[in-house]
């Protein structure tokens, strides 16, 4: 049903309130927010667009240059840097895959309790905290992968151990990749570059 947004203001319980009922404020801070958001969705509209060029540009790009030697880049093209003429911009490319752990990373942890139960005493509170910091979940329940692999870079002859870094490695699983644009200008004469603020990896 079509409302007339002059006579009716729909709330947050979906409930129809006439305008007469609201307070002014109440009216001035509801028309401010939805005329930001209509500006920011404009605003996101505009850098997809500019996403979806400019890793098209790029693409054609690779595609001329591979063709100066007979040949083709297959597959998804990304971790790349190309460099205008005079050394003064720059545009990067990127490729971040993201993964996740299946029911192996539980197996894994289950074999590293078994370790630890069974090594000495005395070197029991250290590792314990080590293992626990490494799976310890963030507010959302995630695991960060970063602590756990710190668990696979330690160096422990224990055939224990070494089943449980098998089952952690096995439990490691794609979850898919974002591509990344990173624009940079040389400051003036020196060797650094200033990144372009450009948010574009949530698009």
């Not at 500006?39 to 595609?63: M, N, P, R, Y």
């Not at 990304?78 to 003429?85: A, C, D, E, V």
């Not at 002859?157 to 449980?164: I, Q, S």
């Not at 372009?196 to 990896?201: F, G, I, T, V």
Request: glycine share 6%; with cysteine; proline share 1%.
């Amino acid at each position: 049903m079509n409302t007339n947004q002059n006579e009716y203001r729909t709330n947050a319980l979906g409930h129809l309130v006439p305008i007469e009922s609201i307070k002014s404020i109440d009216l001035l801070r509801d028309d401010t927010v939805t005329r930001l958001i209509s500006k920011a969705k404009e605003a996101q509209a505009v850098l997809k667009g500019f996403k979806g060029e400019t890793l098209s540009d790029i693409a054609t790009f690779l595609d001329i240059s591979a063709a100066q030697y007979n040949t083709k880049l297959g597959g998804k093209k990304g971790n790349l840097s190309l460099t205008s003429f005079d050394g003064k911009y720059k545009v990067l490319l990127a490729i971040s895959d993201s993964i996740y752990f299946d029911e192996r990373l539980h197996i894994a942890k289950s074999l590293i309790d078994e370790c630890i139960h069974a090594w000495t005493e005395g070197s029991n509170h250290q590792i314990r905290a080590l293992i626990d910091h490494a799976f310890q979940t963030d507010k959302e329940g995630k695991i960060n992968t970063g602590r756990v692999f710190s668990l696979m870079r330690l160096k422990i002859d224990d055939p224990k151990w070494l089943e449980a870094m098998s089952a952690l490695k096995d439990s490691i699983q794609p979850k898919g990749s974002s591509q990344y644009l990173r624009f940079y200008e040389r400051v003036g004469n020196t060797d650094k570059f200033e990144q372009l603020s450009l948010d574009l990896a949530g698009l």
